[in-house]
């Protein structure tokens, strides 16, 4: 397998650290609102690289966190007058959700910022014992770039260039810094804001320490692969090689993978051009599996532009192949037991190659969609009543695997609609539990939207179609 790596610039052959194993880390949104479609990109992506790594027999310890301190939380929280807490908790919940209709399955740990202070603490406690980083007198740390030789390998920038141009230039409540290049580690509290106890003060992590040390704490001080969207190269993720390898005194991750950016109609999506929209925006028009198909029909690395029209050539590709996906199980239930008609499955055969060289190849999707399509092609014209057991199950099995890597549902809409109104009434429940009873009222609305009407019986809720 070839995995483009943006350390080295180029295409290199996976090597895993510990044979038949994966490690890999994928920075996670921020909770302070509904995740953007923009989010939705990498989430959909690494899920379709764990399922492949696993389809090739790897086993992947998938970690991603949740960034649940930070400004706009605070201030999303402020402006409800309610805890951060209160704001982080909702958003992870309903990015679950999101999570779900996406049918992205749960990492292997999901941590939390806020639940990982000590480790942070005693990262940057290492961190200025050896002399790579220092707490100024307001409370402030600092990691000190210049004591890592190392820093812009991942975003290739020329430091000393970064360090001649920045020199004189010094910014309000930034004093304490030795260098203009340096990071914040830890921040002194500010009124208002959540804090912890530290050595140093009162007060809250910089940003980027937290992946460093959830990594470490869920996947050890080495990694295979650490992911997310490229605007985090610089300077989150450089700054993550930083503090994790000067801590360590080891490579922090051998491959760095990162998704191009989504675009809507050629713009950059932005609150203030009126173009920015969340998945759950996109769920009230469209099923969030046509999302997941359309944001796979791109190679990752190509910016990809999102528009009414492209969504719909994805729902229409993606009914296509669920169709002949279903054709097959039906067919496969009724046909004849006989031997497998080996002429067929060879053709078959060569557009599975087709297929894995794609995805070995750096996971290119839209070539593997491409590859998909020619079997359903193939498997319109050469399956029918009269083919054997063997053959249309040999050739169901196959594309019903290759759907499944790429997270296209196949089963029949209705047991996946049922699923989704259980989803429905548990929330309900839970909703009318905590005496939420607009949220349970808005829920039973989006229900009968639905078709569904809601029973209260002595056995609890049931629900019939309308
Ligand atoms: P954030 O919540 O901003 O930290 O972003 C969470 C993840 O979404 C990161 O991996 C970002 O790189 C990624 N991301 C944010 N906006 C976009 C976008 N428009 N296209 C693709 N990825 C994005
Ligand atoms: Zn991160």
Redesign the pocket.
Known sequence: MKIYNSLSLSKEEFKPLEEGKVKMYV????VYNFIHI??A??MIFFDTVRRYFEYKGYDVNFVSNF?DVDDKIIKAANEEGVAPEVISERYIKECKQDMAGMNIRPATTHPQATKEIDGMIEMISTLIEKGHAYAAADGTVYFRVKSFPGYGKLSHKDMDALMSGFREIKVTGEEGKEDPNDFVLWKPKKEGEPYWESPWCQGRPGWHIECSVMSKKYLGEQIDIHG??E??IFPHHENEIAQSEAASGKTFSNYWMH?A??NIDNKK?SKSLGNFFTVRDISEKYDLQVLRFFMLSAHYRSPLNFSADLMEAAKNGLTRIVTSVQRLNELEAKAQEGPADQAVLDKFEELKKKYEAAMDDDFNTADAISALFEMVKLANIEINETSSKATVKAVYDMMEKFCYILGIITEKKEESLDAEVEALIVQRQEARKNKDFAKADEIRDRLQAMGIILKDTREGVKWERA
């Open positions: 920075c996670g949104p921020t923009g989010n990109r990498p960034t997310g969207g605007d985090l998704n950016f989504l999506m």
